[in-house]
């Protein structure tokens, strides 16, 4: 009986492991700066778990067996931290990663192979570990309030600020997903058909430090939430919004909505003038 007990035991335990979602980010010697095969890599592997229901992630920074101990532990721990950084610029929510340690130098014979080089070049990583939650929780239903379209519709004053609901970036990129454009094509014909109404697009991000702008990964360049606004610009002006009528800003991460990560990668409409001549 204990027998069984203790096969059970390891049989949940080694499930539970293979629910485990592993990345290795490979450096070059006394590097804690990422190659830019390894950043592609990785990037790759941010969009397979963007969509999970993490419970929590780990970073773990690792060297070969070059180095002192107190060198090691230092430059493995730079590399924990480089590999974080990726997490917050590309808009993952930082308060899933729940350690990030450098945990100095692997010995040689920890690979089992014959090259010392090949060895150490594989002991100079850092090793990412997600546990995503199984089955998925159920998201928390939102307590209704007025459309978007409603809102856009009704009376407006210079002031009004209005969020874009289901409108919904890619996470890291400046374009919508396919659903979401269907929703701004309802919004643009109903802003076009407002030619009073002038505003600006202001395009926010999430998870980033402080009041930085996240990277967007398609260009390189940290100014995502400028270019979730351009987006949004360039679209309505497509679909017969005048362009004198309205102008796009980035806002970064300045104004956090204190609720879920995902509420802070948002668009709103903040209206600007009401031309009463134009009606």
Excluded: W
Aim: proline fraction near 3%; charged fraction near 35%; hydrophobic fraction near 35%.
């Amino acid at each position: 009986m204990k027998s069984l007990i203790v096969f059970l035991l390891f049989s949940f335990q080694f499930v539970l492991a293979q629910k485990e979602m592993k990345h290795q980010v490979y450096f070059l010697t006394d590097e804690f700066d990422i190659p830019e095969t390894e950043h592609s890599r990785l990037l790759l592997f941010l969009s397979e778990i963007e969509n999970l229901d993490v419970k929590k992630i780990s970073i773990y920074g690792f060297c070969d067996d070059r180095g002192s101990d107190s060198y090691n532990m230092v430059l493995s721990q730079q590399r924990a931290d480089a590999i974080k950084e990726v997490f917050s610029n590309n808009e993952f929510d930082e308060t899933l990663i729940t350690n990030v340690d450098g945990k100095g130098e692997i010995l040689l014979n920890i690979v089992a192979d014959q090259d010392v080089y090949k060895i150490r070049g594989l002991n100079r990583k850092v090793e990412i570990i997600v546990q995503p939650y199984d089955p998925p929780r159920k998201k928390e239903k939102l307590p209704e309030k007025e459309s978007t379209e409603d809102l856009l519709k009704g009376e407006l004053k210079e002031g009004d600020k209005i969020q874009l609901e289901n409108i919904y970036f890619r996470t890291g990129y400046s374009y919508l997903t396919k659903d979401s454009e269907k929703v701004l094509d309802k919004i643009a014909k109903i802003l076009a058909q407002r030619p009073d109404v002038h505003f600006t697009i202001e395009g926010h991000v999430c998870c980033t430090h402080g009041t930085r702008d996240a990277i967007d990964r398609k260009t390189k360049i940290r100014n995502l939430s400028v270019a979730r606004a351009k987006y949004v610009y360039d679209y309505l002006a497509k679909k017969g919004v005048k362009r004198i009528r309205m102008r796009y800003v980035g806002q970064r991460r300045k104004f956090p909505l204190g609720g879920a990560p995902e509420l802070d990668r948002r668009v709103e409409i903040l209206v600007t003038r009401i031309d009463k001549s134009a009606n």
